[in-house]
């Protein structure tokens, strides 16, 4: 029963005494004159009863409604006590008229004790500035929502950060009766947020990008690695889309990518992103599913590692690999074609001098097996040479020079819709190594240059001196801090596609129609450059051209002039023991030698040169020995040899120059070495030098 109803219900029962008395009063006129008031008695003693019943059931509804009040009192003050938060309840100047349990708890004093204490009395003294102007700020606003104060008390020994949150409730005449205030205590999410922050910067220090994207692909947090990696500000990246900021056109792997990591919660992968400036980039990307609180798929974090360094260097090692591995196999038909050529080299170089009169058909036939075997042994050479297996005398090549020639030649060979230019440095220098290799490597770059242009074009040739620093030695195979001479060959042809720019180098690849191209220039031209300490460079645009760079190692000084010898040398009738398992090397060489005034013992194995040393070592002053025999091979042959006489001459023979390196490497004192197929002009030279 409500108070107006309540109300109501008394009125009513007064009306009804009233009522009765008026009944009493009439009945009791009517009595005088009559013998039976029995009716009107009657009647006032039912509307009394009705009444007191009425009244009896006011009672009680009133009682129930008192202990229905007094139930949701206690349950307002067990709320209001036990509530996890502090609860103060103040007058408009912060003195405090209740106080709940957790508020005690937390400013470690009896409940009672807070009681008329005022509440600026708890915060700490640095603070109470702000204080007030919290109470001044209720007082104008009429709340305040999570200010934050440093609680203190010194009898309680209480000392920590608060969250305030506080209204202003007011009286009947529209002023502030009184302050309510729920306070707790935040220390713990201080040292979270400190956390946090701490996190957040390890996130900056990281030069991995972090990237935190909605389910839309739209970006929520971007850290100072992404800032470095990509080129975008965290204020020009977040809230757009990552996929439209990162990617120039959409891979069918991103959709692949999103789905995997929202079935699977995980996904890691290779993608090629764009940074700001549009260069591309090789990103090793891991994806991580970031779920709400009740579990739902809520936002992608996704860790981007910068990997294009490591995947250059990675194509470059494969494709040194590649080369290695070709090489071993080139090596040993090298080693056999050069055994051949070695005879048939020498044969037409020496039959001209021991028969003079041959006539003109005979000579000029003996002129064209020697060219040929001669082209054979560079022919041989080409194939070594990508292997870095292959070299010849290295002497000063003046670049200028050499960019001349090479422009003088395509100038008179190549079509005249093709317009050459040379654009050479002043203090371009020179560079030391083999010149006709190094001929070769500028010939095979203007002719492919050549072939990009059927319809005319540009082509220019320039050089440069430049300075690799270590930054740029570390991203490049085979180049080091020096000084370095830049030959740029650059054409405005078809261009390159970038899938098979990474092959061009590799042995007997090539774009060209079956019967124009064998596929060895490019990666000849490495394996030379290599031998040189050098290394290559190309770039190139599909519809624009292409530009490889050489770089050389530069060589400082002045130039040295060679002379070569034009009569061939000739012995005083020394001894020389011919070692060899090819028969006709052996015969050529020991003809060869006995024409220049030399005795000559032949072996065709090592067991024989041993047994030929030890019976004649008084006489025999040089040994010719090849390095690859059956039965016992060179390297074993010489250092018995020098068991026998440590003093003993040895010249080592062989149709790879590595094993040059071999013996050199292996400590075994050599005097000299000739690499197969050699003329008689080179036998004959290094042995003149070993009997000075």
Excluded at 62 to 76: D, G, K, P, V, W
Aim: glycine share 8%; proline share 3%; hydrophobic share 40%.
């Amino acid at each position: 029963m409500t108070k107006d109803n309540f109300k109501q219900a008394i009125v009513e029962a007064h009306q009804r005494l009233e009522n009765l008395s008026q009944l009493a009063s009439l009945a009791a006129e009517k009595s005088i004159g009559q013998d039976s008031p029995k009716d009107l008695l009657q009647q006032a003693m039912t509307e009394i009863s009705i009444s007191l019943e009425e009244l009896q059931q006011q009672n009680e509804e009133l009682i129930a409604t008192r202990h229905l009040l007094e139930a949701e009192s206690q349950r307002y003050y067990d709320l209001f006590n036990f509530a996890p938060d502090g609860y103060l309840l103040t007058d408009a100047t912060g003195i405090i008229q209740e106080a709940n349990y957790a508020a005690a708890k937390l400013l470690k004093v009896r409940q009672s004790y807070l009681i008329g204490k005022p509440l600026a009395v708890f915060v700490h003294q640095t603070e109470r500035q702000k204080f007030r102007q919290i109470m001044l700020q209720l007082q104008q606003q009429g709340q305040i929502r999570r200010e934050e104060l440093q609680i203190s008390h010194e009898e309680g020994t209480t000392d920590f950060p608060a969250e305030l949150t506080a209204i202003a409730v007011e009286d009947s005449q529209g002023k502030t009766g009184n302050l309510r205030w729920l306070f707790r205590d935040i220390s713990d999410r201080r040292q979270q947020d400190q956390k946090i922050r701490e996190q957040a910067a390890l996130l900056d220090i990281t030069t991995d990008a972090i990237i935190v994207e909605d389910l839309h692909n739209q970006i929520l947090f971007w850290n100072q690695g992404a800032e470095k990696m990509y080129g975008w500000q965290v204020q020009e990246a977040q809230g757009n889309n990552a996929w439209e900021l990162l990617f120039k056109k959409t891979s069918p792997l991103l959709s692949i990518a999103q789905k995997t990591v929202i079935e699977h919660g995980t996904w890691q992968g290779e993608l090629h992103k764009f940074t700001k400036d549009g260069e591309e980039l090789i990103i090793a990307s891991r994806w991580t599913l970031m779920l709400d609180a009740v579990g739902l798929p809520k936002s992608i974090l996704i860790v981007d590692t910068d990997i294009t360094e490591k995947k250059q260097l990675e194509t470059q090692l494969l494709r040194s690999q590649r080369l290695e591995s070709l090489g071993t196999l080139a090596s040993g038909i090298a080693h056999d074609l050069n055994n051949l050529l070695t005879p048939i080299m020498g044969i037409a170089h020496l039959l001209p001098l021991k028969y003079p009169h041959l006539d003109d058909v005979s000579l000029q036939m003996l002129k064209i097996l020697e060219t040929n075997a001669k082209r054979g042994g560079d022919l041989v050479g080409q194939i070594l040479s990508f292997t870095g297996g292959y070299e010849r005398e290295h002497t000063i090549v003046l670049v200028s020079q050499l960019i001349e020639d090479i422009k003088q030649i395509a100038k008179q060979a190549f079509p005249k819709l093709i317009d050459i230019k040379t654009d050479i440095a002043p203090n371009v220098g020179m560079v030391v190594g083999d010149s006709t290799a190094l001929h070769q490597v500028l010939m095979n770059l203007v002719v492919n240059a050549r072939d990009a242009m059927p319809n005319g074009g540009k082509l220019c040739i320039s050089a440069a001196k430049v300075f690799i620093d270590e930054n740029y030695a570390r991203m490049h195979i085979g180049a080091t801090v020096n000084s370095y001479v830049k030959i740029t060959v650059t054409d405005t042809g078809v261009g390159i596609h970038s899938e098979i720019i990474d092959r061009i180098f590799d042995p007997f690849f090539t774009t060209k129609e079956i019967g124009k191209g064998t596929g060895l220039g490019l990666s000849i031209l490495m394996g030379i450059v290599k031998s040189h300490g050098g290394f290559v460079e190309v770039a190139s645009e599909v519809g624009i051209g292409t530009k490889f760079q050489v770089y050389l190692p530069s060589k400082e000084g002045s130039i040295s002039q060679v002379i070569d010898e034009i009569e061939l040398p000739r012995g005083q009738g020394e001894l020389i023991l011919v070692v060899d398992d090819e028969v006709a090397i052996t015969h050529i060489t020991k003809t060869t030698l006995e024409f220049s005034n030399y005795k000559v013992l032949t072996a065709q194995n090592g067991i024989e040169a041993i047994a030929l040393y030890t019976e004649h070592k008084d006489e025999i002053r040089l040994v010719l020995m090849d390095i690859m025999m059956p039965l016992m091979g060179g390297e074993a042959t010489i250092s018995t040899l020098q068991i026998i006489n440590p003093q003993v001459q040895i010249i080592a023979m062989s149709g790879l120059a590595r094993s040059e390196a071999l013996v050199q490497t292996t400590g075994i004192g050599i005097q000299g070495f000739l690499l197969k197929p050699f003329t008689a002009n080179q036998l004959l030279s290094l042995a003149q030098t070993i009997f000075r």
